[in-house]
C-alpha cells in the first residue's frame, strides 16, 4: 500500500537524518547526544490512522495527558512517567538515565543506537553502516553537497 510505504520511508528519513547529525556532531561536540524515536500511537479513536506522528511524544514529555481527551491506558500513564523522567534527568544533569528507567545509551558513531519509545522502551541499533551510506549518498550527494 502506497500510504504505508510514504509512512515507513518518512520514518526512515527522521531516523537516518538525526544518525547523521549525531555523528557530524560526535566528532565535534563536547556532549553526548541521545536519540529517539517516539512509536507509540496516541489514543485517538476518531483518527486511528495517524498512529505516531511528529509532536506525539509532547504530552508524555510534559506528563499532561489529562490535558486531551483521549482514552488513556495504563501503558500511556507508564510512558509518560519515563518519557518525562528522561526529559528532566536531561535538563537537570545532561543525563537522561536515572534509577528504575530502561538505559538510553549515548549516540557513537561506533555503537549507532536509538531509543524506541513505545510500550516497550528498548534500544534499537539503526541499519548497518552501509545501508547508511546510501541513505547519506541521498541526502548529502557523493561531493559532499546538499542532493536535496
Given at each position: 500500500e502506497v500510504a504505508t510505504s510514504q509512512r515507513v520511508a518518512e520514518r526512515d528519513q527522521g531516523v537516518y537524518s538525526m544518525a547523521l547529525w549525531a555523528e557530524q556532531r560526535a566528532n565535534t561536540a563536547k556532549t553526548k547526544s541521545?536519540?529517539?524515536?517516539?512509536?507509540?500511537?496516541?489514543?485517538?479513536?476518531?483518527?486511528?490512522?495517524?498512529?505516531?506522528?511528529?509532536?506525539?511524544?509532547?504530552?508524555?514529555?510534559?506528563?499532561?495527558?489529562h490535558l486531551l481527551d483521549r482514552p488513556w491506558t495504563s501503558t500511556d500513564q507508564r510512558l509518560a512517567d519515563i518519557v518525562s523522567s528522561y526529559w528532566v534527568n536531561f535538563a537537570t544533569k545532561g543525563d537522561p538515565n536515572g534509577k528504575g528507567l530502561p538505559v538510553w545509551q549515548a549516540f557513537t558513531p561506533q555503537t549507532p543506537l536509538f531509543l524506541r519509545m513505545d510500550a516497550n522502551t528498548v534500544p534499537m541499533p539503526l541499519p548497518a553502516k552501509a545501508k547508511r551510506e546510501v541513505f547519506k549518498e541521498m541526502l548529502i550527494g557523493r561531493d559532499g553537497k546538499s542532493a536535496l
Open positions: 541521545y536519540l529517539y524515536y517516539f512509536a507509540h500511537a496516541i489514543p485517538w479513536p476518531q483518527h486511528p490512522e495517524f498512529g505516531a506522528f511528529h509532536t506525539s511524544e509532547v504530552p508524555y514529555v510534559f506528563h499532561n495527558l
